[in-house]
């Protein structure tokens, strides 16, 4: 809800009410636009006083020349670069007289019902829950004009903000080297910053890091996303932990290169920033040309990470999500991968999916080598032709074969990328992402297409739409196998190339856009070596991510843990592998590996033709219980429970929507010598209603589980897991 006060010193104050959090914003007498308040909720008064109260500082410019009037000091929601505040910006435009600083006066405002779709970028969207202000601020000299919108989500206890420039100057070009989606001034700096890090294999593992005077950020360069950083962040009091304390949190729906940045200033007050990286990237806007900025999710909460967590799980399965499946439930999949890599057969296909059916998977997926002469990765990517020879046949015949055992038929792409030894490269090589004249570097044997070229993104749609159009495919896995290198386009102008970062996202975006309205029953799951580009971008589109390539239980945890801060259940595909694992060779127990892969979409990534029969039988029960468990992980909240050995014990819980049945899942890794029994205590129970475990005779009531807690018993080996299943007792 949004609410408007007007006072008497020619001064408006909008307050942006969710359920539990307020933003205040304020447009001061001479047109400039502070924040002067965000946090926990409070009743819409004229709190001027915040910004009256700041005390001025030595060795600070006054601005508008007004005595003890330092802008640097005042909380700002889009702070400029070169005028009286000497932070870090949150926007940094270059005009045609070379100068660089921009003078933004608030012009204007619009209050409206239902946020609308950006154009060409991924929304956080709802007709029935979203409320809009967008404000309107202008360089009367520049002739620029900048519209921000912030966009409240009641219900769902969140914000977006985005921006948009328009050069209304008749005559000339206006560019810009920094556009930020959110910029959060907080007259305080006492936090710690907290992030998802890692590399290939080893994404999302949680960061903390204390702030401390100067500046902090992280961010990729490297045309997604990627693994070694994720584009969320959040500043948290000391103390927070699930439960309590104070998270300012930001996530970007975005894919492509991002910066999240803390700068503590000399005051020791604090900007947060996030956006499009800045590094290499420039955009030109002639006259009365537009530029969009993706969006960014704002949340509050004073009671923890927990509380984040389900706030944006809520927000995204509810606004972000493809409608049809939000809330569907997903198949448990069998992926030939690492089962087969490139060496497979039509025979060897149709037992591997067989024996899926037969232990309960719903769906079978062909991964990489069934197209043009695929049989290992240097070569044909771009020439999606089914290798014929290899099927046994056509495609189609051999998705009739798989579909008469019972099961749905999947398949894996890599649409964005072309291999040097393709009839595509050889036929367009200037499609591929290179600097004229310089050598243009491999990475899995692969080069990237340029998708900031219309032509190519055209390319793929329609070899996307016949594949789909002509065969019974009802799930597509979407890869991307390689970081850009090279960057550099043979279809933009010298003058456009730094562009090309951000036009490829763009292109990305038309693409999917395209296919994935084209074909609403097909389920796609995004894929970039596994995390590299796991982010709420590609989740608009594609309602689950391969979570990892490393499907090892023990390093999976860790990971599951880390993407749980932001990314629901429900978009975590999570699957049960083999051993020797494939990634770090260990050798957990079966039961291990079916409890950790319970945390999302499970599935299977084994070759069941060599399994023993005990683990097949394990695996067929472990199977039975998800489906009877599916919409609880799938549908449900998740809490990470506390207490534990820090990065020795994982426990996690789901509650079902109508809090009937609890699932709870507990791994220790390392078997801990002479230690007597430990309890498990959960968490968000109805502390008086009565709950049976594990279909056991004895009822316990919420309250004893939560403040005594489910024994753990006696470990007496390493990668030791239990699964509790609890009913709520009428």
Same mark, same amino acid.
């Given at each position: 809800m949004i609410t408007l006060i007007e006072n008497n010193k020619n001064r408006k104050l909008f307050f942006l009410n969710t359920v539990s959090s307020t933003l205040v914003?304020?447009?001061?007498?001479?047109?400039?636009?502070?924040?002067?308040?965000?946090?926990?909720?409070?009743?819409?008064?004229?709190?001027?006083?915040?910004i009256d109260g700041i005390t001025e500082a030595n060795y600070m410019a006054d601005t508008d020349n007004k005595k003890k009037f330092q802008l640097e000091l005042i909380p700002q929601i889009y702070p400029s670069y070169g005028y009286t505040d000497l932070k870090n910006p949150a926007f940094h435009f270059v005009y045609k007289d070379g100068s660089r600083i921009t003078d933004l006066r608030y012009k204007s405002h619009n209050i409206y019902k239902t946020k609308k779709k950006l154009n060409g970028l991924p929304t956080v969207l709802s007709n029935d829950d979203s409320e809009v202000l967008e404000l309107t601020l202008f360089d009367e000299l520049k002739k620029v004009e900048v519209i921000i919108t912030l966009a409240v989500f009641e219900k769902h206890n969140a914000f977006t903000k985005s921006v948009k420039v328009i050069n209304k100057n008749s005559s000339d070009d206006l560019y810009i080297?920094?556009?930020?989606?959110?910029?959060?001034?907080?007259?305080?700096?006492?936090?710690?910053?907290?992030?998802?890090?890692?590399?290939?294999?080893?994404?999302?593992?949680?960061?903390?890091?204390?702030?401390?005077?100067?500046?902090?950020?992280? *961010?990729?360069?490297?045309?997604?996303?990627?693994?070694? %950083?994720? /584009?969320? &962040?959040? $500043? +948290?009091?000391? =103390?927070?932990?699930?439960?309590?304390?104070?998270?300012?949190?930001m996530n970007f729906i975005y894919s492509g290169n991002f910066i999240?940045?803390?700068?503590?200033?000399?005051?020791?007050?604090?900007?947060?920033?996030?956006?499009?990286?800045?590094?290499?990237? *420039?955009?030109?806007?002639?006259?009365?040309?537009?530029? %969009?900025? /993706?969006? &960014?999710? $704002? +949340?509050?909460? =004073?009671?923890?990470?927990?509380?984040?967590?389900?706030?944006?799980?809520?927000?995204?399965?509810?606004?972000?999500?493809?409608?049809?499946?939000?809330?569907?439930?997903?198949?448990?999949?069998?992926?030939?991968?690492?089962?087969?890599?490139?060496?497979?057969?039509?025979?060897?296909?149709?037992?591997?999916a067989e024996e899926g059916k037969n232990i309960g998977a719903e769906l079978f997926v062909l991964d990489d080598g069934w197209f043009g002469k695929r049989n290992d990765d240097k070569t044909s990517l771009g020439d999606w032709t089914p290798n014929e020879q290899k099927l046994g046949g056509s495609l189609s015949?051999?998705?009739?074969?798989?579909?008469?055992?019972?099961?749905?038929?999947?398949?894996?792409?890599?649409?964005?990328?072309?291999?040097?030894?393709?009839?595509?490269?050889?036929?367009?090589?200037?499609?591929?992402?290179?600097?004229?004249?310089?050598?243009?570097?491999?990475?899995?044997?692969?080069?990237?297409?340029?998708?900031?070229?219309?032509?190519?993104?055209?390319?793929?749609?329609?070899?996307?739409?016949?594949?789909?159009?002509?065969?019974?495919i009802t799930y597509i896995k979407w890869d991307m196998n390689r970081n850009i290198t090279n960057l550099g386009s043979s279809y933009l102008k010298a003058e456009r190339q730094k562009e090309q970062a951000h036009r490829y996202m763009l292109g990305l975006y038309r693409v999917l856009d395209n296919i994935v309205?084209?074909?609403?029953?097909?389920?796609?799951?995004?894929?970039?070596?596994?995390?590299?580009?796991?982010?709420?971008?590609?989740?608009y589109y594609m309602p689950q991510v391969w979570t990892s390539d490393d499907t090892d239980a023990i390093e999976r945890l860790a990971i599951q843990y880390g993407a749980s801060l932001v990314y629901p259940s429900?978009?975590?595909?999570?699957?049960?592998?083999?051993?020797?694992?494939?990634?770090?060779?260990?050798?957990?127990?079966?039961?291990?590996?079916?409890?950790?892969?319970?945390?999302?979409?499970?599935?299977?990534?084994?070759?069941?033709n060599k399994i023993s029969e005990e683990d097949k039988k394990v695996i067929s029960q472990k199977l039975k219980i998800y489906k009877s468990i599916r919409s609880t992980i799938q549908f449900g909240s998740i809490y990470r429970l506390k207490g534990l050995h820090a990065q020795n014990e994982y426990a996690?819980?789901?509650?079902?929507?109508?809090?009937?049945?609890?699932?709870?899942?507990?791994?220790?890794?390392?078997?801990?010598?002479?230690?007597?029994?430990?309890?498990?205590?959960?968490?968000?129970?109805?502390?008086?209603?009565?709950y049976k475990v594990n279909n056991s005779d004895r009822l316990y009531t919420g309250s004893e589980l939560m403040n005594v807690g489910l024994m753990l018993g006696e470990i007496v080996e390493d990668a030791f897991a239990i699964q509790w299943i609890i009913k709520k007792v009428n």
């Amino acid at each position: 809800m949004i609410t408007l006060i007007e006072n008497n010193k020619n001064r408006k104050l909008f307050f942006l009410n969710t359920v539990s959090s307020t933003l205040v914003i304020m447009i001061h007498e001479d047109n400039y636009i502070f924040l002067p308040y965000f946090g926990a909720k409070i009743e819409a008064l004229d709190i001027d006083y915040i910004i009256d109260g700041i005390t001025e500082a030595n060795y600070m410019a006054d601005t508008d020349n007004k005595k003890k009037f330092q802008l640097e000091l005042i909380p700002q929601i889009y702070p400029s670069y070169g005028y009286t505040d000497l932070k870090n910006p949150a926007f940094h435009f270059v005009y045609k007289d070379g100068s660089r600083i921009t003078d933004l006066r608030y012009k204007s405002h619009n209050i409206y019902k239902t946020k609308k779709k950006l154009n060409g970028l991924p929304t956080v969207l709802s007709n029935d829950d979203s409320e809009v202000l967008e404000l309107t601020l202008f360089d009367e000299l520049k002739k620029v004009e900048v519209i921000i919108t912030l966009a409240v989500f009641e219900k769902h206890n969140a914000f977006t903000k985005s921006v948009k420039v328009i050069n209304k100057n008749s005559s000339d070009d206006l560019y810009i080297e920094k556009i930020m989606s959110a910029n959060i001034d907080i007259q305080e700096s006492n936090f710690k910053f907290i992030h998802l890090a890692g590399a290939w294999g080893r994404e999302c593992h949680i960061k903390r890091r204390r702030l401390e005077q100067g500046m902090q950020s992280i *961010g990729s360069i490297r045309g997604a996303s990627g693994h070694g %950083q994720n /584009p969320f &962040a959040a $500043l +948290i009091s000391p =103390n927070t932990d699930e439960n309590n304390g104070e998270v300012f949190a930001m996530n970007f729906i975005y894919s492509g290169n991002f910066i999240i940045s803390a700068e503590v200033d000399m005051h020791l007050n604090t900007r947060f920033q996030m956006g499009i990286n800045d590094f290499d990237f *420039g955009w030109t806007l002639m006259p009365n040309e537009e530029f %969009q900025t /993706p969006e &960014a999710v $704002l +949340i509050y909460t =004073n009671k923890g990470l927990g509380d984040m967590s389900r706030t944006f799980h809520k927000l995204y399965q509810d606004c972000l999500m493809s409608n049809k499946y939000a809330y569907k439930e997903r198949p448990i999949l069998i992926n030939s991968w690492e089962s087969n890599y490139f060496d497979f057969n039509k025979e060897s296909l149709l037992k591997l999916a067989e024996e899926g059916k037969n232990i309960g998977a719903e769906l079978f997926v062909l991964d990489d080598g069934w197209f043009g002469k695929r049989n290992d990765d240097k070569t044909s990517l771009g020439d999606w032709t089914p290798n014929e020879q290899k099927l046994g046949g056509s495609l189609s015949s051999l998705i009739d074969d798989i579909n008469k055992k019972g099961i749905s038929f999947g398949l894996w792409v890599e649409p964005e990328m072309v291999s040097p030894d393709s009839d595509l490269f050889r036929k367009h090589p200037e499609w591929a992402i290179q600097v004229n004249g310089r050598k243009i570097e491999t990475s899995r044997h692969q080069y990237v297409l340029d998708l900031s070229n219309p032509e190519v993104c055209d390319y793929i749609i329609n070899f996307m739409t016949e594949l789909l159009s002509k065969n019974n495919i009802t799930y597509i896995k979407w890869d991307m196998n390689r970081n850009i290198t090279n960057l550099g386009s043979s279809y933009l102008k010298a003058e456009r190339q730094k562009e090309q970062a951000h036009r490829y996202m763009l292109g990305l975006y038309r693409v999917l856009d395209n296919i994935v309205n084209a074909f609403p029953n097909v389920l796609f799951e995004s894929c970039a070596g596994g995390g590299g580009r796991c982010d709420s971008g590609m989740l608009y589109y594609m309602p689950q991510v391969w979570t990892s390539d490393d499907t090892d239980a023990i390093e999976r945890l860790a990971i599951q843990y880390g993407a749980s801060l932001v990314y629901p259940s429900i978009s975590l595909a999570c699957h049960i592998s083999d051993i020797p694992n494939h990634q770090t060779r260990r050798k957990e127990r079966i039961e291990t590996r079916a409890n950790v892969a319970m945390w999302g979409n499970l599935g299977l990534e084994l070759n069941l033709n060599k399994i023993s029969e005990e683990d097949k039988k394990v695996i067929s029960q472990k199977l039975k219980i998800y489906k009877s468990i599916r919409s609880t992980i799938q549908f449900g909240s998740i809490y990470r429970l506390k207490g534990l050995h820090a990065q020795n014990e994982y426990a996690w819980m789901h509650k079902s929507i109508d809090e009937e049945t609890i699932v709870v899942n507990y791994v220790q890794i390392c078997v801990i010598p002479n230690l007597v029994t430990k309890r498990l205590r959960l968490e968000a129970l109805d502390s008086i209603s009565k709950y049976k475990v594990n279909n056991s005779d004895r009822l316990y009531t919420g309250s004893e589980l939560m403040n005594v807690g489910l024994m753990l018993g006696e470990i007496v080996e390493d990668a030791f897991a239990i699964q509790w299943i609890i009913k709520k007792v009428n």
